[in-house]
């Protein structure tokens, strides 16, 4: 009986924990993304200000999974973003994970430090010279990319694709596949090699 008692009482303190962990994310995410909507509020009102004139992509965000293929994607991104005078956004998104009968659980905070460094160390390999910014966050990736396009007014996304989630996704792959179907912009996507 006592053995029984302690496992339901580890199972209790195991799902606190990983509340505790998702609600974090959640209100690190939220944070980030305000922090970054106001910014780009900002850069709107300055360049109507300044009179600029408009390009065709102000604003570009290129999800990368740090696969070879994202990496040539972000390549492509700074290309645009150099050609148009604009701001790139650099998204990585840490999945969360299913657990059966139990929701989701989302990445630790070390894990999106880990991403965090693995993406200062890309941009400082491909990104010199352009105006850009680094967002890590957690969830869905099609999720949060379409939600950070549609916060931080995105006028191009540019994706690596996989192609490898099945007949149907043939070409593309799950993500891209969701972001092409539901992106309210043009959607650039690099295909494998």
Same mark, same amino acid.
């Given at each position: 009986?006592? &053995?029984?008692?302690?496992?339901?009482?580890?199972?209790?303190?195991?799902?606190?924990?990983?509340? #505790? /962990? +998702?609600?974090?994310?959640?209100?690190? $995410?939220? !944070?980030?993304?305000?922090?970054?909507?106001?910014?780009?509020?900002?850069?709107?009102?300055?360049?109507?200000?300044?009179?600029?004139?408009? =390009?065709?992509? &102000?604003?570009?965000?290129?999800?990368?999974?740090?696969?070879?293929?994202?990496?040539?994607?972000?390549?492509?991104?700074?290309?645009?973003?150099?050609?148009?005078?604009?701001?790139?956004?650099?998204?990585?998104?840490?999945?969360?994970?299913?657990?059966?009968?139990?929701? +989701?659980? #989302?990445?630790? %905070?070390?894990?999106? $430090? +880990?991403? =965090?460094? =693995?993406? /200062?160390?890309?941009?400082?390999?491909?990104?010199?010279?352009? %105006?850009?910014?680094?967002?890590?966050?957690?969830?869905?990736?099609?999720?949060?990319?379409?939600?950070?396009?549609? !916060?931080?007014?995105?006028?191009?996304?540019?994706?690596? #694709?996989?192609?490898?989630?099945?007949? %149907?996704?043939?070409?593309?792959?799950?993500?891209? $596949?969701?972001?092409?179907?539901?992106? +309210?912009?043009?959607?650039? #996507?690099?295909?494998? /090699?």
């Amino acid at each position: 009986m006592a &053995n029984d008692e302690k496992d339901r009482l580890g199972e209790r303190l195991r799902e606190k924990g990983a509340a #505790t /962990e +998702t609600m974090w994310a959640s209100k690190s $995410d939220r !944070a980030l993304l305000a922090k970054l909507k106001a910014e780009v509020e900002e850069r709107i009102a300055r360049d109507q200000r300044e009179r600029r004139k408009p =390009r065709a992509f &102000n604003r570009i965000l290129c999800a990368i999974d740090f696969a070879p293929n994202s990496l040539r994607a972000l390549d492509l991104a700074r290309q645009v973003a150099m050609e148009n005078e604009g701001q790139l956004f650099v998204l990585h998104v840490c999945p969360t994970v299913p657990v059966p009968l139990g929701g +989701t659980v #989302t990445g630790t %905070p070390e894990a999106e $430090d +880990t991403a =965090r460094k =693995r993406l /200062e160390e890309i941009a400082a390999k491909h990104l010199a010279g352009v %105006p850009h910014e680094l967002i890590v966050l957690t969830g869905d990736p099609s999720d949060r990319v379409l939600e950070l396009q549609s !916060a931080l007014q995105i006028d191009l996304i540019v994706v690596g #694709t996989h192609g490898r989630s099945g007949v %149907p996704r043939f070409f593309l792959g799950s993500v891209a $596949d969701k972001i092409v179907r539901q992106a +309210t912009c043009p959607v650039l #996507t690099m295909r494998r /090699e």
